[in-house]
């Protein structure tokens, strides 16, 4: 079985596995609910019924990301995954909203509860039940890198203390007269409209498009660079995420100037075999910067230019160095610090600076993205 349809298949059962559960909860929590009167318990049940629908929206987006690539989306249909998680969003946020109001009823027109041994005994068992399923659903979401199943999972573990927090209630009230409960009905539903707002949130970053994650970069960088002796330095690694675990992107080596078309041919092929089987990461782009080998006075130009742009607060790296004694031409990339206030005024301020200490040379400095 391929990763792919395996990582299909544990989503899948986990997520069943949450849905049966949750539903088996929504029932015995709706008949505490409506027999005792509690609006925290029935609010408790409905977040309960939200995070079934989770669910059965989590494995409807998990089967259409499946789809293999066609014409129309040659990339596959990965990204269903961010919009079925889009759906489960709004859907928590409805739930959490729907909830506040009914809350907040009940505070203005409040009614006694009335609890059984029962009613305590079945919400005490949702707290172990909602305390496992939560345990059980983020470990598999780890082990299948699946956001979803370890936001979910991570959602049941907060959910068990809220059911936690609804007993608590019912306890005070049967021991001390005291109701609280459409007050714990309305934290209740503050915690679960936070909740939605933050899986947006997520899901919005994952829609937009965000930073890659430092960890891998440099591991793919590391390993593309220890490949063959040839390449001095990996640079500008750019993925796009087309899903969960489906990147596809480019990068630059630094090579040397001696290399024919060839033997770059070769080692770029090597490179983009090599990444794929290692990372699973495909790369359709692997772009060459010329390394001087032929001139020392080229290192030395090298070390006085690093030295020129490291006296500017904000420079964090240069790459792809490389000079044209001959056409007294020079080219090469700097990266600055995303919280530098204006990165374009820093650039032109440094390209003037290296300008002025070479007047009779031709700069071309590429202001690249720290991704």
Request: hydrophobic share 45%; glycine share 6%.
């Amino acid at each position: 079985m391929s990763d792919e349809k395996s990582r299909e298949k544990v989503i899948v059962h986990t997520s069943l596995t949450g849905i049966i559960a949750n539903l088996a909860l929504v029932g015995f929590k709706m008949a505490v609910g409506f027999v005792s009167g509690s609006i925290a318990v029935i609010l408790d049940a409905i977040n309960n019924l939200s995070d079934a629908l989770s669910s059965i929206i989590t494995i409807i987006g998990i089967r259409l990301a499946a789809k293999k690539p066609d014409a129309k989306h040659p990339m596959g249909y990965g990204r269903v995954e961010y919009l079925s998680a889009l759906i489960v969003s709004a859907l928590v946020l409805y739930a959490g909203i729907t909830s506040l109001v009914e809350s907040i009823k009940k505070i203005i027109h409040p009614s006694a509860a009335d609890y059984s041994m029962v009613s305590l005994i079945i919400i005490a068992a949702a707290v172990i039940v909602k305390f496992l399923l939560g345990r059980y659903v983020s470990r598999q979401g780890r082990k299948v890198d699946s956001a979803a199943l370890v936001a979910s999972g991570s959602d049941a573990s907060f959910d068990s203390l809220v059911s936690l927090s609804v007993l608590l209630s019912a306890i005070l009230y049967l021991t001390t007269h005291i109701s609280i409960e459409a007050y714990v009905g309305a934290a209740i539903a503050v915690l679960i409209i936070k909740s939605g707002l933050e899986m947006l949130q997520g899901t919005l970053d994952d829609i937009l498009g965000m930073s890659i994650d430092k960890n891998m970069a440099h591991a793919i960088k590391q390993y593309v660079k220890g490949l063959d002796p040839a390449i001095h330095g990996a640079h500008d690694l750019i993925l796009h995420n087309y899903g969960p675990s489906h990147f596809v992107g480019s990068i630059h080596i630094s090579i040397p100037d001696t290399m024919n078309a060839e033997q770059i041919d070769s080692l770029t092929r090597k490179i983009t075999d090599a990444v794929y089987q290692k990372f699973g990461v495909l790369l359709v782009g692997v772009g060459i910067y010329s390394c001087n080998t032929k001139d020392d006075a080229a290192a030395k130009m090298r070390q006085q230019v690093q030295q020129i742009l490291s006296d500017h607060e904000g420079f964090m790296q240069m790459h792809g160095f490389y000079v044209d004694e001959k056409k007294k031409y020079c080219s090469f990339d700097i990266i600055l610090n995303w919280n530098v206030p204006d990165r374009q005024a820093l650039y032109d301020h440094m390209k003037k600076d290296v300008e002025n200490a070479f007047p009779d040379y031709t700069f071309r400095i590429t202001l690249d993205l720290d991704i």
